[in-house]
């Protein structure tokens, strides 16, 4: 908006209060200049002493007068109302100003040439968050150096723990008991990411959905580096029976065999041929010197193996000569051989002396025999059972549930740095050097190598057919894992060994027996 200002000479000054600062006129006064044609006021001058002409001009004069009164109110009028006009900056004052900008370009500048180098460091850099791995394991089934070397190779980002369960059964039994009762909490078993699982239970606890397939198993460098035996092994349905187009529902770990312990002093002393394989055990000389595991898989295939046919026969009629009554009768007089039919207590019968000999899994009989002086450790040989430890993840994705925090979600992502870990080669040394009884995967098809002198020199030396604590060859080639069979051939065996394992088999009613023989001995005589 503009107003007139003043009026003087031709020209007309303007004002626009909307851009007080926008003027090229003196800063002094913020005028925008419109020049005007210019204008005949004073043309009666000509005339001026014509009295008409000299009244004409004096009423023009006063014309002029009262515009110019009515232009200075208008112009204090507007300029009391619009706001105050700010000084331009003078001119040094933008230099000044230029300068600085300058110099804060630059100094800006300066900083990001330095800042640059220190980023591109800091993305060189691997930051990792810390990642949890919480393991279940059977007790003694590995080395306490593994997590010691594990928790080394992985850095401060691994938040490990681990626990251990007395037995196999147990912790097959804390992971059906997690899902049916629903109570978990993050020490759960359920809650780990990876548990021991025994190959004799693999079957059931892929039936009862309580562990997972391990996703992604096969693009791992740990199970193409495993034999075919083993990869045929894993491969199960989701019943739990080996299948070819299954899935791989554990890692192998540790493995071992069958295996029959006896005393060679008590050998020696009654002048006994040494144990050489199943058919020694129904040696009439024997009859009640042998403790037994309690497993119908393992007493009724020791049957089998003795009368040539194998652990995991699925129909005796049709697969075994003579048929089941031919594998009763010998079982009926392997019970009689058989003082104790007990899984707990086998080896301790053998260890205090009730028995000469031990039949049981390697795992057992090992650490107990190595203990003891005078003792032999054989793998029978026309071939045995053989037992593996594996790795499982639990199922716990499908429990709907907080109290686990993210393991709902699924596993640790280092679940195959932990398998890769355990089956590399340098942590055979400590089955190899008998600190751990069993093997490692590899020697399952691998020759077996004894260990240099200076490596058992000063240990006590077993007497075994064992080499590094692997079958040898000849033997290992006889030997068989235990497939999963039908409910009915289980049923079957069960049947079986029932007419042999009576009520009062046990180690405890043996122990009460030898307890009333000793109190009856010692009572006096009625004279």
């Not at 059964?169 to 109570?183: A, M, N, P, T, V």
């Not at 096969?218 to 035996?229: G, R, T, V």
């Not at 005796?316 to 009768?329: E, K, M, S, T």
């Not at 600190?435 to 490596?455: M, Q, R």
Request: hydrophobic letters at 40%.
């Amino acid at each position: 908006m503009a107003v007139v200002s003043c009026l003087c000479r031709g020209t007309l000054y303007l004002q626009f209060h909307r851009h007080p600062l926008r003027s090229d006129s003196n800063p002094k006064f913020p005028f925008l200049r419109i020049p005007t044609k210019p204008r005949r006021l004073l043309s009666a001058y000509a005339c001026a002493h014509n009295p008409k002409e000299q009244l004409r001009q004096s009423l023009v004069g006063l014309a002029f007068s009262g515009i110019l009164f009515l232009g200075f109110g208008l112009r204090f009028s507007s300029a009391a109302s619009a706001p105050p006009l700010l000084p331009r900056p003078h001119h040094h004052e933008t230099l000044q100003a230029e300068r600085d900008g300058e110099k804060d370009g630059n100094v800006e500048k300066l900083e990001d040439e330095e800042l640059d180098p220190a980023f591109e460091a800091w993305k060189s850099k691997s930051f990792a968050l810390t990642v949890p791995l919480r393991i279940v394991a059977l007790q003694g089934s590995t080395p306490p150096s593994w997590v010691k070397d594990f928790m080394k190779s992985q850095g401060k980002r691994l938040k490990f723990q681990t626990r251990v369960r007395g037995n196999l059964e147990e912790i097959y039994s804390d992971l059906c008991k997690d899902f049916s009762r629903g109570k978990i909490g993050p020490t759960s078993t359920v809650a780990a990411d990876i548990v021991s699982v025994g190959d004799s239970w693999l079957s059931y606890a892929i039936n009862k959905a309580i562990i997972e397939p391990i996703r992604g198993a096969e693009e791992q460098d740990w199970f193409k580096d495993l034999s075919e035996k083993w990869k045929m092994y894993l491969r199960r349905n989701c019943n739990g029976k080996i299948d070819p187009e299954g899935e791989i529902w554990a890692a192998p770990y540790r493995w071992g065999s069958m295996v029959i312990a006896y005393k060679k002093s008590k050998f020696q002393k009654h002048k006994l041929a040494p144990i050489e394989d199943w058919a020694d055990l129904w040696r009439p000389e024997l009859a009640g010197r042998i403790s037994m595991v309690n497993s119908p898989r393992e007493v009724v295939g020791a049957v089998l193996k003795y009368m040539g046919a194998s652990y995991n026969t699925s129909n005796i009629n049709l697969q075994v000569a003579g048929g089941r009554n031919a594998v009763q009768q010998n079982l009926a007089l392997l019970g009689k051989q058989v003082r104790l039919f007990d899984s707990e207590h086998y080896v301790k019968a053998f260890s205090v002396g009730d028995v000469w000999v031990a039949v049981g899994w390697s795992s057992e009989v090992l650490p107990v025999a190595k203990r003891m002086s005078n003792v032999a450790v054989i793998v029978p040989k026309s071939g045995t059972s053989l037992w593996a430890d594996l790795w499982a993840i639990p199922a716990a994705s499908r429990l709907n549930t907080n109290r686990i925090g993210g393991r709902v979600r699924g596993p640790s992502p280092l679940i195959h740095q932990w398998i890769e870990f355990c089956l590399q080669a340098e942590r055979a040394l400590p089955f190899k050097r008998g600190v751990i009884p069993g093997a490692t995967p590899s020697a399952l098809e691998s020759i077996p190598i004894k260990l240099p002198e200076e490596l058992t020199k000063g240990k006590p030396k077993l007497d075994t057919n064992l080499i590094a604590g692997v079958p040898p060859p000849e033997i290992l080639a006889k030997c068989e894992f235990l497939e999963p069979l039908s409910d009915e051939t289980l049923s079957d065996y069960s049947s079986l060994i029932s007419t042999v394992t009576k009520p009062g088999c046990g180690f405890m009613d043996m122990v009460d027996r030898s307890i009333s023989s000793v109190i009856h001995t010692l009572k006096p005589k009625p004279t």
